[in-house]
Each structure stands twice: as C-alpha cells, then as structure tokens.
C-alpha cells in the first residue's frame, strides 16, 4: 500500500482572536517547529501552531493534526473575520519582496547553498535562472511544497494554483532573461556603481535594474567571504548623497543581509567549526563594533572572549555601525538573541568558560541594547540562558573532579554572580549552600595541612561575594553565618589572632593585620573577625602604637581606613 505523502504547515495569528493564516509549508518538521518559534519569540506574532498533513493516496484528502502550538491563546472570542483568498504573488515584482524572498530561500535552500547563492542573486541573475530551470525537479517541487498549503488556505484546487504559480515563474523567467538579451540589464563594473546608480534612480524598475547589476558584479566571488568584499566595494563606489546613495545601499543591503543571515555565509565571514559561544561573540563583535571595542579597551573579561575578525568582518562591523545597514545589525543582534535563548551549549566541554563568554556577551549586548533590541529583551535572553546554568548537568560538569570543596564552592559564588533572574540565582546559591553545610567543606577549611590564612581569605571572599550576589537577606544570612562560625573555628586551630598579637613584628604591622582580620577582608565576618577587632582595639589604645603612626602618615591612612571598616572610629 503506498505511504501517505506527508508535509508540515506552519500557521500564525498576528493578534489575539484574530484569524489562523498560512506562514509557510515544508517536507522538514524541524524547520517548521524553528520556524514557529522564531516567530513567537521575536514577537512578530501572537501565536503560531505546526500541523502535519498527510495525504491518503487512495482519497486524495488531508489528515491534519497540530503537533505543536506556541505563544498567546485565544482567550477572546471574536467575529472571524473573512479569510481572504488573494493569492500570495500575482505579478513578477511581487518575487522581489522581503516576504518573498524568505520564502524562495526556505524552498530552494538546497539548490541556493548547492550553487552559493542567494535569493536575490536568483532573482537578479539570468545564469542562475537557467541553471535553475535545466535541473527540472527542482523549480516544480518548490512550487509543488508552496501550493499544497495555498490551495488549502484559499479553498481552491492544488492544480489551479500550481498553474498560476508556473505562470507567474515563467513569466518572471522570460522577463529577466529577455532584459538580459537586450542588454537592458546595467554592468555596474564597466559603467561605475555611482553612475549607474545616478542613471536608474528615476527609472520606474530602478530597484531591479540595479539589483540586476550588483548579482552580476558579485557573480565572479569564489566564496561568501569574497562577495561580502564586493557588495562592501560597490558600497565604498555608492553615491555620496541624495536618493541615488539611498538606493544604492538598500540594494547593496538584500543580499548582504541574506549572505549574513545563513549559516554558510556566516561560517565563510566568521570562519568555520566555531563553537557556538565564540560565533555569538563573532556575531556580538559584528553588530556592536562601537560598542564592543570601547568594552574592550576598559573591561579584560570582554576582551578576554572577544574573537579576532577576519579583514572582510572587520569592514563590514565599520558599515554597521553606520545607520547605512541598520537592517543586517539588527539581524545580527536578533539572531544572537535567538540563539541565546535557544537549548545549546556556548561551550560543551568548558562550563567556566560558558559563564565567562555569557558574562562577557551580556556587557557588550547591554552596552548595544536600545537603538536595535529592546533591553527588555536582552535581559530576558540572558534570564533564559542563566536557567541552563543552574541544571544539575551543567553544575556537575563545570565543577568537573578533582577539586576541593573550597575550590568548588568559589566555582559556584562565580556562578552566582553571573547567572541572571531572581530565581536562576536561588538555585545557584542552593547549589552554594548544599556544599558550604557539607562535612568536606569543614574539614578543607579547617585542614591544618594548608595555610591557615589562605583559608581564611577564601572563607572572607566567599562572604563578600554572596552577601553581594543580588539575593535576599532570607538566603544569603545563613550561609554567611556558616561561614562565620568555619572561620572562627579555623581561626581558634592556628590561633592566627593571637600569634599576631604577639608577633616579633613591628606594632603597626600587627595592627594592620589584624584590622584586616577584623573587617572581613582576611577573614569571614564572625567569631574569627571579633577576636581580631578586640586585639586591635587593645593595640590602637597603646602609646608606643599612636607614636610610631604618627612618623608615618601612610601607614596612619591606612590605619584609619581598616579602623573605620572594622567599626572602631568612635
């Protein structure tokens, strides 16, 4: 018995109860379900469902069955509005559209990466169209996969609307290959881009003609990185100013952007077999290049996970910090943020290196937010990411073996003040809280056999760093106190207070010491910190110690700055 042929539709409502309308259709369910979720996720939508249709070969009817559904739910009920039965394309210039453009490159992704194009260059070059039409299956299963949903949607026949679609190509077809033969077609290579662009700027087709003449003058590219560096030539030769320079660029902008916007062309711009995390800084670095590199020259940890870009990157970030090509930067940014929010790892098998890349990402896409995402979004993206870092997989491979408890419990305070949102915070700090009541964690910070000070510090940092970690009072204050009393537990083994006191050492570096101690600097905040401010306070009272502060003025700044943090000034 032959097996129903089966595809997948994606259908969206723009607003809450409004009606269901046909996005796109596609033989791929993965593409169908990434396709619904970006639309939700950048908002351009209110809702969106996948359904599978599959279609009985004997009856010739679809089955359809919803195998996901996203966003807003139609809480309202509303008077349906008439569904319109438009067709999507009527004339050839509605191909060139933006709408129209996606949806050829989702259709004829495999033939478009195959031959290293895009749509625009499709559109725009009679070579490829050729080519396309000598392959024979290829244009008709794209129109096959794009009539199946519309004939559903506008209640027609499948072949009445496969014919219109074949009319529509081939008149398409023969308008782009007869400007061709005519040589109506502009060279902007022999003419000059400027020139050209001067010349067709009142022409009624002015955005085709010279679109025609920006997929001839890249056609020569060897690879996606070398196209990039001619669309960024022609933008160098546009017009300097008035309505020539703006159609230059916006035409120069379609295939830049779809160049940018596939993973091929960006793989060829960034360089290939990147991990996620370092392409997103790539991509971060491209969108935000003013931005990133003020972050860069002040702040080490955005430096640190920034990657070097190649020299065709490194023009193009300048471009797009112009207003010129507003609509890649914000692609680029959109993109970032998908990702972000997305289920991948940034860096599998280096969860340290996954907080500092996603800590350096958050600065320089903060410092960016405002004029091409909202910042709302950003912080939701991170928010979303922070949650990833709180699971029990990713802990459990980012402490990795062979560590102390103390070591792992200042791995986890990094984690705490690096991951984003109220409650991503919480559980990292259980996280923080589980190790630090552990037996092992009192046995490291009481082992004699290392540094009684060094564990001290370690015990004091730790305080500082989750008393400062945005939490609450409620989850933070116990776990400082446990680290108080381990402090004054290892403080009384070594007797560190009192063999300062006491050292052979002259008295104001004993009372610094101990000032250190008594603040929280040295030591946690507790029994440890208390013994040492008694200590210095029977120290500060001493005549021969106000003597020797009062021959050294430094010393005494010093002095009265740890006095005043420990709370002795009177």
């Known amino acids: 018995m032959e ?14 109860g409004s009606g269901w309308t046909l996005e796109m259709a596609t033989e791929s369910r ?24 599959s279609m009985d070969p004997e009856t010739n009817e679809f089955q359809s069955v919803v195998i996901q559904a996203l966003g807003l739910p139609d809480t309202a009920k509303v008077k349906k509005a008439p569904e319109r039965n438009d067709p999507l394309c009527v004339t050839p210039q509605d191909l060139y559209t933006v709408h129209a453009r996606e949806r050829i490159g989702r259709l004829l992704d495999g033939w478009l990466a195959r031959n290293h194009a895009t749509p625009f260059e499709l559109l725009h070059r009679a070579d490829l169209v050729e080519r396309l039409e000598a392959s024979g299956v290829e244009l008709q299963h794209a129109i096959q996969k ?23 190509v081939e008149r398409a077809i023969e308008r782009l290959l007869g400007d061709a033969r005519r040589g109506d077609l502009p060279n902007v290579d022999k003419e000059g881009f400027a020139a050209a662009a001067e010349r067709i700027s009142h022409a009624p087709e002015r955005a085709y003609l010279l679109g025609a003449g920006v997929a001839a003058s890249i056609a020569p590219a060897r690879n996606w990185s070398e196209k990039v560096t001619r669309l960024l030539d022609l933008a160098d030769a546009a017009p300097l100013a008035g309505p020539p320079r703006g159609l230059a660029l916006q035409t120069i902008e379609q295939p830049l952007a779809e160049i940018i916007g596939s993973s091929a062309g960006l793989d060829g711009l960034i360089g290939k077999d990147l991990d996620l995390g370092v392409r997103l800084a790539a991509m971060t670095r491209l969108a935000a290049h003013d931005a990133v590199e003020a972050l860069i020259r002040v702040e080490p940890s955005v430096a ?5 870009l190649s020299e065709p990157a490194q023009r193009l970030a300048k471009w797009l910090a112009t207003e010129d090509f507003r609509a890649v930067r914000g692609a680029i940014t959109k993109r970032v943020l998908k990702e972000l929010n997305g289920p991948r790892r940034l860096k599998p098998s280096d969860g340290a290196g996954e907080i500092d890349l996603l800590r350096g990402l958050a600065m320089s896409l903060t410092a960016a937010a405002g004029d091409l995402v909202p910042l709302d979004d950003v912080h939701q993206a991170f928010v979303n990411r922070s949650k990833m870092l709180v699971t029990g997989d990713f802990v459990e491979a980012y402490l990795g073996k062979g560590q102390g408890s103390l070591q792992e419990a200042e791995a986890l305070m990094w984690l705490v003040e690096n991951v984003i949102g109220s409650a991503n915070k919480r559980q990292a700090v259980r996280w923080l809280s589980a190790v630090v009541a552990s037996l092992a964690f009192e046995k490291d910070a009481r082992n004699p056999a290392t540094s009684a000070a060094q564990r001290l510090f370690v015990l004091a940092k730790l305080h500082r ?12 204050v ?13 403080e009384a083994d070594a007797k560190v207070t009192q063999g300062l006191a006491r050292a052979n050492a002259p008295v104001t570096t004993r009372l610094t010491l101990l000032l250190k101690l008594a603040c929280g600097e040295a030591a946690p ?14 120290l500060v009272r001493l005549d021969d110690t106000r003597a020797e502060l009062a021959r050294s003025p430094e010393r005494m700044a010093e002095v009265r700055t740890l006095i005043q943090a420990a709370g002795l000034a009177a």
């Open 30 to 53: 993965a593409q169908a379900v990434a396709v619904a979720e970006e639309l939700v996720a950048e908002r351009r939508v209110a809702s969106a469902r996948v359904t599978k249709e």
């Open 304 to 308: 640190k996970i920034m990657p070097e």
């Open 465 to 476: 760093g989750v008393g400062r970690g945005g939490l609450p009072p409620e989850d933070y």
């Open 525 to 538: 905040l507790g029994p440890a910190a208390d013994r040492a401010k008694a200590e210095a306070l029977k």
């Open 478 to 490: 116990p776990i400082q106190q446990k680290l108080g009393d381990l402090g004054g537990l290892a």
């Open 3 to 16: 097996r129903p042929k089966v595809h997948y539709e994606v259908f969206v409502r723009k607003t809450v």
């Open 146 to 168: 794009i009539a199946v949903p519309e004939s559903q949607a506008r209640g027609v026949s499948i072949h009445e609307v496969m014919r219109a679609f074949q009319g529509l």
